[in-house]
């Protein structure tokens, strides 16, 4: 992965928290981690993997659904879940 890539996904990580209103804290605590583990990855000390960025995707969702406010999900995820619902639409049966 370039650095460019480790930096996109480290700035949507980081937009994810932003659109909750989590702290560090909060958000490491959702992720099973620990703070200090979350704000490595955050602040570049440590690699921000695709798992991370998933976790904190499903976070999102996990929050959307209880809040309910499906403005809180990010257009990427907005637009995987779109393709599902269509894909689950054409299943016969």
């Known amino acids: 992965m ?21 702290t560090q804290t909060v958000m490491a605590r959702c992720l099973d981690m620990s703070l200090r583990a979350y704000s490595a990855i955050e602040t570049g000390a440590s690699p921000c993997r695709k798992i991370h960025v998933l976790a904190a995707e499903r976070v999102l969702m996990e929050q959307a659904a209880k809040r309910p406010n499906a403005a809180l999900l990010t257009t990427p995820l907005r637009d995987d879940i779109k393709a599902l619902v269509a894909d689950a639409v054409e299943l016969p049966g």
């Open 2 to 22: 370039s650095a460019r890539e480790e930096e996109e996904r480290r700035a949507y990580l980081n937009a994810i928290r932003g659109r909750l209103g989590f």
